[in-house]
């Protein structure tokens, strides 16, 4: 059994500026390329779990969400870290679908997909819909900043 880190994306790895979806946008937040060595040398697998409702409402398409996450890998590739994988709702909140959080779905899903240990594993999130998600998922939530998991750990 693997035991992971997730992260909620826009204000715990980027700067959170509403729809981020151009690569211009994608600005690495102080501290967490490093921050995330240490999390994947300490052999927790890095699920990334976001809500992308600019998809929903129009602003941009699954393949922006796409390019955006290829931006962040290559942003955190110096520090010799990779994202191991990214799990998105598209959908807005009156589509009342089952995977955004706080619904559980994704992180259920990955917790099953890479076969995780939800007991040793984390979820950290700057919204309470992140917690949420984390608590119906069965796994410890952090508030951010992620050097908050750091000094948990
Ligand atoms: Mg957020
Ligand atoms: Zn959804």
Redesign the pocket.
Known sequence: MNAAIFL?????LIA?RGYVYHRAEVVLLDGVAAQLKVLKRRGYLLIVITNQSGIGRGYYGHSDVFAVHRVLQALLAPAGVQLDAFYYCPHVAADACACRKPAPQLLLQAIRDFQIDAARSYFV???DS?LECARRGAVQGVSAPLANLLALL
């Not at 909620?8 to 715990?12: F, I, K, S, Y």
């Open positions: 909620d994306r826009d204000g715990v959170d999130g700057d919204k992140d």
